[in-house]
């Protein structure tokens, strides 16, 4: 695995927010920087758990970053998310430090993560976003079948859409798609039983409807968390995507 380095790119709250950083061995400035966020319904996780998607991703000359950011229930919304945009804006500001071109920033996660990435790349005018079985609007999480997911939401939220509406939207992706939206490569497990599959196909349907280019692919029998085989596909279509989007030679 590729070395790391670890940054400091904000303090909230008194809460230092770290990144490990992975750069690729050939420093110039034209770098592709790829934001790598990880999973855990907004109240667990770590920033190594996206290190096996960071050093491929180094390997092949991206700057691949993996913050950490604020949990709930002590960190409610909006602190995740304002740690993501927190990350780019330190990217941005320090691009010639890390030798990347801050016109040229995508956002991958998973679960959560992918909540999150898709919020940085629609509120913070991304390049690219790899959505990987994220919620795309938590006003419509609640149902029969999803329980889990819906709990991790309330504790992201600590209140329910009925009292807080419009936070709920605030913090939902779809509610930020527009025409000027980055393009997005969306994947989801049909066999989902935390983040249903319709999550997945609002988010693209309202892409498709502000003609943002969408890239969406469907796993059958795969359910929140990836077989082998199924995740080394999917290895595969974000690293492709990623090539393609940031123009990365």
Known sequence: ??????????????????????????????RPAVL????????????????????????????????????????????AIKDVQACVAHLRGH????GLDPLHIASLGNSSG????????????LQAVVDICGISDLVHAEGPQYSIGAAFVFEFMGTTPDQAREQ?????????????????LIIHGEADDIVPIEQS??????LARNEVDVEYHTFPNEGHSYSYPAWTRIESLYTDYLKRKLHHE
């Open 1 to 30: 695995m590729s070395s790391f380095s670890t940054i400091q790119y904000a303090v909230a709250d008194g809460v230092p927010l770290l990144a490990d950083v992975f750069e690729p061995s050939i420093r110039h400035s034209s």
């Open 36 to 79: 790598c966020i990880h999973g855990g319904g907004w109240v667990s996780g770590d920033k190594s758990y996206m290190h096996d998607v960071a050093a491929p991703l180094a390997d092949l000359g991206f700057v691949a970053v993996c913050p950490q950011y604020r949990f709930a229930p002590v960190h409610r919304f909006p602190a």
């Open 95 to 98: 691009a010639e430090e890390f």
């Open 114 to 125: 992918g909540h999150l990435a898709a919020m940085a790349g629609l509120t913070c005018g």
């Open 168 to 184: 709920y939207e605030e913090a939902s992706p779809i509610t930020f798609v527009s025409r000027q939206s980055p393009p997005f």
């Open 201 to 206: 196909e609002m988010l693209r349907d309202a």
